[in-house]
């Protein structure tokens, strides 16, 4: 799952308005920053095997620390009481540790059952719809879509950065997803790692555009 996390983070706005998009951002991807760090530092596996999925070449051998289910609760509870002592806003809080779990939800659709309830190991889940491209893709870009729409009625540019700023965001999403679905496999998991250390950018460009844009009165 990529481009649905990213849905769920503008829809998060509604609920919690006085959170900037790019805290939402990094709350949504908050497993996904975490693993390519735990990748370079060892502490986390990956192998590259194409045609393991029709979507992704990436079999998931080991991510205990970022992915499993038991750790993303524990992560969302610590964003959470970070964000709050910074902020002091309690539904901020609360939605920022939701998106936080929520990654690990939405990864559970797509993923082979590579999922870890736990981070010693035991069970694991994961529904699989990678198999299927085509209902892969339509589950992105519909939780994208339905994010998006919420984010577009909650919300007003309030300059010309605003606006094209954001489009410029989704359609910067549209790239990285398709580019990674139908490109060729990545050289290496360090590789892999490394590129994920990007997604820092698309946290840092949620947080420019929020700025210039407003909330819509109720």
Do not use: N
Not at 37 to 52: A, K
């Amino acid at each position: 799952m990529f481009l649905g996390h990213f849905g769920a983070g503008f829809g998060a706005k509604s609920l919690a308005p006085r959170t900037s998009l790019g805290t939402l951002f990094l709350a949504v991807q908050f497993l996904d920053l975490l693993w390519p760090t735990l990748l370079l530092l060892g502490f986390e596996r990956v192998e590259i095997r194409p045609g393991i999925t029709r979507v992704t070449p990436l079999d998931f051998t080991s991510y205990p620390l970022s992915h499993s289910l038991a750790l993303a609760l524990v992560w969302g509870l610590v964003f959470a009481i970070v964000y709050w002592a910074v902020r002091r806003y309690r539904t901020g809080a609360i939605v920022a540790a939701a998106c936080v779990v929520s990654h690990w939800v939405l990864d559970a659709l797509v993923h082979r059952p590579d999922l870890p309830l736990l981070p010693q190991g035991g069970v694991k889940v994961g529904l699989g719809l990678w198999s299927s491209l085509p209902v892969t893709l339509v589950l992105e870009l519909v939780a994208l879509g339905v994010g998006l729409a919420i984010y577009l009625r909650q919300t007003y540019a309030a300059d010309r950065i605003g606006s094209v700023g954001l489009w410029a965001l989704v359609v910067f999403l549209l790239v990285i997803y398709v580019s990674s679905v139908f490109g060729p496999p990545p050289p290496s998991a360090t590789a892999i790692a490394w590129a994920g250390q990007a997604q820092w950018l698309i946290v840092v460009f949620a947080y420019a555009i929020d700025r210039h844009r407003r909330m819509r009165r109720a």
